[in-house]
Each structure stands twice: as structure tokens, then as C-alpha cells.
């Protein structure tokens, strides 16, 4: 007969229980009521790296981490290790060589008749590794890995329990809601790991311009944020907030370069601005938007205008996002007059968003939002798309339409696939490049001429015109104005607007005529709204006129009554 599973053989030894004890790789120990160790397992001594012979006798607190003073007699054992049955308590123990281990202990202890503790052991877990597993991952769920401090998920935490503290103690909390200006420019001009040491460094200088109490972390990209607790005004963040862009503007060695870095920073302060921290991080932000639309380098309290005007935005943003999907937008036409030949040169596409509730909506009320949600990409395709097709409609049928001007705003034209996309909607709708002239205001063209000057030389070989459009209002550097293949300036309306009156800007047209002449770049003026403004013009050779004198921008089917009534079927 064989054996079943639940027979012994009956030539296995007896197992020897004080042997098991000992050598089963477990650690494990007995101790007597007054906490000395009678036995220990070889693994106990094994994994704390004692002898056998040192050990016992000794008390167990001498072992024991947390034991506030070991040697001396009656040191205090902790009560689990002897009453009754406890499991998986985390404690942690001492090595020989001084070192901790973290420890799961499991205990079960024996009474005598009287009920008190005679025997207790103990089952020992080394979980020495899995904490250590255990404390990356949280580290790495809640820390920055580049500049070590918390991450978006940990602030939002730390920010919960300030504001509990807060309300708690009755004390303010601000949020210091931090951006770096122009980051985007160190990462393209110097590259990632550049961009990667300024960001190390930032939370460095950080750090040292806050308190010990207060936290510092990385919200994301170039964003950061600071939390003060218990501030005694609501003054203080500004202190702070000087104090913090007093650090960063301190010069900094990136990639041997010296490189002066600002933020803009927005405050909001717990309970005025918010009582939650969603709102509070909301809020900071919008006041840092406002921060930086101010001009860099500041610091902006949060104000319930600002909140009214970004809900604003909001909505635009919502209900462009809906106008695109569902044809409200439209494009009038505006015409450019050649007066040497006393004909039409061109005309300027100009977007217009006929709202189903508001009405009729001028871009300035939505193209900045467009721009800076980054709708402006799909906006910007679709008048690109409109004004080409309606150019061809218009060429087909005979009408002569030898310039069709778009405005691309800066976010399109810096696009790596801005050309893929220009050349996708003359290829659908036929039109030839050589009568498109893409306009770009100056600021757009001169801040980034290192990023638009291969996509301004492509256009160039294609042969698509190239305007600069509201030229005097920003910043223009006459040695680019020679080198990059512009064809046209656009003098900005508001020269043209008082050049009867204001003897400056007067000066400034004739300044901008001249340079243009010699450069052998055409001109337009724009605005053009008197017979006293287009009188001057002509006598001082600007030759190409655009404004509401001459002809307001209007629908396609009024630009053929208008000007080309022949062609009207
Ligand atoms: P802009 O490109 O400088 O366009 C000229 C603006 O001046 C147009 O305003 C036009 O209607 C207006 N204007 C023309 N002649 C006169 C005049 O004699 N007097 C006055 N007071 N104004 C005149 P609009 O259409 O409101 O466009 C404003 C700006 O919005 C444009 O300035 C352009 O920067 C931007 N924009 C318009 N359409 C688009 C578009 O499709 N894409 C992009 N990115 N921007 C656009
Ligand atoms: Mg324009
Ligand atoms: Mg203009």
C-alpha cells in the first residue's frame, strides 16, 4: 500500500522542535517577563549580525530602534512584544554595524496561573527592502525629479492641509503661483539640458528665499509654486514675491553663457481669494496670467476683476471652440488701392465671427484668446482655406485679383508644419502662391527671427508675397528689414490716423516712406479714412492706400457689386 498525502512515513524522524526553531530561515526570538532574550533563531542573528552568545541574556530593547534608552535598566519594552497576540506590527530594529532594518514583528505570549506574562515570542519580517521599494515610489509619485521638490499632486496635498491648518488656527495662507518668462527661449536656443539646469537651479534659489515652514514645488514645465503658511498681512507675499524675483534676476552660467532669468508670479491668499485649494491655484494663476500680460517680471495680486475677465475668456474660448465647428465665422474683404494706376491692387481677408446670440464679433474681441488657447491653429487654417478659395471663385469667373492678403498670427506661422499646411490648401484649392501675400506683424516677425527665417525664405522661393503688417508699432531691426525677403511694409493706422494733426506722427510716415523707398520695399498705409490723409499720402509717394476712404472691408458678393458690378450674374 502506498503512501497517501496524509500519512507520515513511518521512517520520518521525529522533527526536533528547538531545532526547527533555530535554523528555519525565520527570524525569531523568545523573551522572559523582564524582556531578556532566551533563545534567538540562527536568521535573527543572521540578518542583525550578532553572535549567538552575545545576544542572550541581553534585553531585547538593546535591538530595538525606537527604545529610548536601551542600556539602561528598565528601559521601557514596548507593550506589544509582550501582551498577548499582536501581528505584523512596523517597528524597527538596530544592527550590529549600527544600521536600522525596518521589521513586521508578530507576537504571542504565555501566562502563568497568576495571568501575568511569563513567555513571549516573537516572529520577525525583514521588510527592509519593500520599504525602501516602498519610499521610491512614493518619491516618485510626489517629488520632482529634477528639482526634488514636491510635485503638482504632493503641493495640492501639503496646500490641503495648510488651508486645514489654517482654518484650524485661524491663520492666512498665500500662494505664490510662479512663471518662468520666456523659458521656452533657453530650451530652443540652448537646448533641453539647459533648459533642464536653469529649472535646478530655480528651485534651488527658491527654496533659499522662502522659510523652513513654507513649501516649494514643481507644478509642471516652467511653472512653480510656493505655499506660506500663517503670513501676518496681506502684505507679506509681496515681500516675498520681491524677494523671490530680486533671486532669480541674480545672473545665471548655463552652458558657459551668462543668462538673466524673471518669473512673473501671481498671489492668491486663503480665505479672500478661495477657500479651497482648487480655487486658490485658479486664482494665483490668473493673477500670474496678468502678471505677465503686464510685462514679465512681476507679481500680481488676485482681484475679482481678473476672475470676471478670465471667466470671460473662458467663455470665448467655449464658444469659439463651438463657432469653429459650426460655421460662424466668416471673412469680409477689405480693398488696397493703387493710386499710381488708379486701380485696385489687392485685398486684406479679415475674420469676422457672426455670433448666433451676440451678434457680429470684431477680431480683437477673440483673436487674443484664440491665440492663447492655441485656437488661433485651427482659426488661422480656416481663413487661410476661406480667403484662397474665394481668390480662385474670384479668378475663375474673370475678375482680376492679382493680391490676396491673410494675416497669420505668430503662434501659426512659427509652426514647424506651417508650410505643409499652406501648401496643402493651395494644392485644394488651386490657387497660385504668387498671388498670396501672408501678413505678419512686425513684432511676430523681428522676436523670433531666428525661428522664422527658414519658413520666411521657403515662402519667399514659392513665391508667396510677404507684409509687414502694423509696422511702427513694435520693434524692428532696420539690418533685418535689408536681409529678409519682405515685400511690403503696412504703416500702422495709428500714424495714419492724426497725420493731419500730430506733427510726430507726421514725422514717423515720412521716416517709414523714406526708409521704405530706399530699401526698395513697397508701402501701404493703412487706416486711410479722410481725402486730406490719402492727399498727403500721394504727395509723399505711398502709392498703395487700404482704409474705410476708400472702402470698408465687406462680404464677397458686395466686393463684386462694388467693384467689379460686370461680373455680377
Ligand atoms: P490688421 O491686419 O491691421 O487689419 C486692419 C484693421 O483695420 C481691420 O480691423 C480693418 O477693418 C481696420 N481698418 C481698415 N481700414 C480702416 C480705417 O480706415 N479706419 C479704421 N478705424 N479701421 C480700419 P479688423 O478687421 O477689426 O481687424 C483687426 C485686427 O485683427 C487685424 O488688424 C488683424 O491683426 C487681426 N485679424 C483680423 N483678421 C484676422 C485673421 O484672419 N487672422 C489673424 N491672425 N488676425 C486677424
Ligand atoms: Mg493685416
Ligand atoms: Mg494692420
Redesign the pocket.
Known sequence: MGITDNQLSPDAPLPNYRDLYIKTPAMLHSIDAAGRLLEVSDFWIEVLGYRRAEVLGEKLTHYLADASCPLEEGASLPEFFQAGQVRDVPFQMVKKNGEFIDVLVSVSSEKNSRGEVCLSMAGIIDVTERRKAERENYRLAHFDHLTNTPNRFLLRDRLKQNLAQGAREGQRVAILFIDLDRFKAVNDTLGHHAGDQLLKIVGQRLEDCVRDMDTVGRYGGDEFVVILYGIASNDDPAVFANRILDSLAQPTRLDGKHFVNSASIGIAIYPVDGLDEETLLRNADTAMYVAKELGCNSYQYFSAEMAASALEKHEIENSLRHALKHDELSLVY?PQFDLAHNRIAGF????RWNHPVKGLI???QF?PVAEETGL?LPL?EW?LHAACRQAKIWQESGIPISRMA????AR?FTRRDFLEMLEKILQDTGFAPQFLEI?L?ETTVMERIQDTIATLIDLKLRKVSLAI??FGTGFSSLVYLKQFPFDRI?IA?EFVRDLSTDPADKAIVEAILRMSHSLNLDVIA????TREQLEYLRGRNCLEV????LG??VAAQQIVSRYFPAFLH
Open positions: 477689405q486684406e481677408a479679415l475674420v470684431m477680431p480683437s483673436i488661433i488661422g481663413v491673410v494675416n497669420i498670427s501659426q501678413e506683424t503688417d502694423d503696412k493706422q493703412e487706416g486711410v479714412e487700404q482704409g474705410y476712404y470698408r472691408p
